[in-house]
């Protein structure tokens, strides 16, 4: 049994076998908001809402506490002023988009239960103007102006209105951008990641980019010990957007917009706070094995 010794509020706890922050928490009678997550058995915490901010000592943006793991001698704070407000500040977005509590689908939701709880039950914000419709079509003339696409092969059947079922899955991506190609005349490429979970920070990351000229694949990235997934699309996408504007070639532009995918998973929050010489020494270290 391995334990970590750090500071939670002020207190000195023990991390056992992994624990998250949050569950150290839990385990403390503490109690962080959270919403995307839950601690029912075999639930997987990805960080996707950011209600259970805390902030930890020394690091310049705040921690989702379902997802972080201590480390020795940190110090956490879940109801400082900063993590508080930011607790708040998700909350208050989500709740600018829902219909009104009573009208709600479920007026005793988690969702609700925690808007109470941190006292947030009305939004300043306008609620988010809305696409009406059906996604096909919206998405069809969208993608008609694009000349890059981020998309997989599943994206593409919903654009397209057809499946790639029937095609063997290693050639589904190849096959569905071609037709994509095919369709939409401005579009130049399409990149997408693929990635494989071999458990909650243990996930293998590789990425495709099909142009014209052909199919351009990466080397596949084992990362281990995963601070923060959230963002790691979009720096894919800005490293691919990098590329393109820096005229790299096609198999140059998608190495480069993987590796700043992958250095995204080493930190917290959601920028990818790197350079481009970072990202291109983990280029050049083609043997490396991201762990933070
Ligand atoms: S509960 Fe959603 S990010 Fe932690």
Redesign the pocket.
Same mark, same amino acid.
């Given at each position: 049994m391995t334990k970590i010794q750090f500071e939670l509020d002020g207190k000195q706890v023990e991390a056992i076998n992994g624990e998250t922050i949050?569950q150290v928490a839990k385990r403390q009678g503490r109690e962080i908001p959270?919403? #995307?997550?839950s601690p029912e058995p075999d639930y997987r915490?990805?960080?996707?809402?950011? =209600? #259970?901010m805390v902030e930890v000592e020394g690091e310049r943006v705040l921690a =989702?506490? #379902?997802?972080r793991t201590p480390s020795v001698g940190m110090k956490v704070k879940s109801a400082s002023p900063r993590a508080v407000a930011a607790q708040k500040m998700v909350m208050e977005l989500l709740v600018a988009d829902q219909p009104a509590r009573e009208t709600s689908h479920d007026p005793d939701s988690k969702f609700w239960h925690w808007a109470e709880k941190v006292e947030v039950t009305e939004s300043r914000f306008p609620a988010a103007e809305r696409w009406h419709g059906d996604a096909r079509p919206i998405l069809r003339e969208l993608v008609d102006h694009a000349d890059l696409l981020f998309a997989e092969q599943r994206d593409i059947a919903l654009i397209l209105g057809r499946s790639f079922e029937d095609v063997p899955a290693a050639e589904q991506f190849r096959v569905a951008g071609t037709l994509a190609l095919e369709t939409f005349s401005r579009l130049k490429r399409i990149a997408t990641t693929v990635r494989v979970q071999r458990s909650v920070d243990e996930h293998e990351l590789s990425a495709a980019l099909l142009s014209r000229e052909g199919l351009r694949t990466t080397r596949t990235y084992s990362i281990g010990r995963i601070i923060d997934r959230i963002g790691s699309g979009d720096a894919f996408a800005a490293g691919i957007l990098h590329g393109v504007r820096t005229q790299l070639e096609d198999q140059d532009c998608v190495d480069f917009g993987l590796a700043a995918a992958v250095l995204k998973h080493s930190i917290p929050g959601d920028f990818n706070l790197v350079g481009i010489a970072e990202v291109q020494n983990l280029l050049r270290d083609a043997g490396f094995t991201v762990r933070r």
């Open positions: 949050w959270h919403l #995307c997550y915490p990805d960080g996707n809402c950011r =209600a #259970c =989702a506490s #379902c997802k």
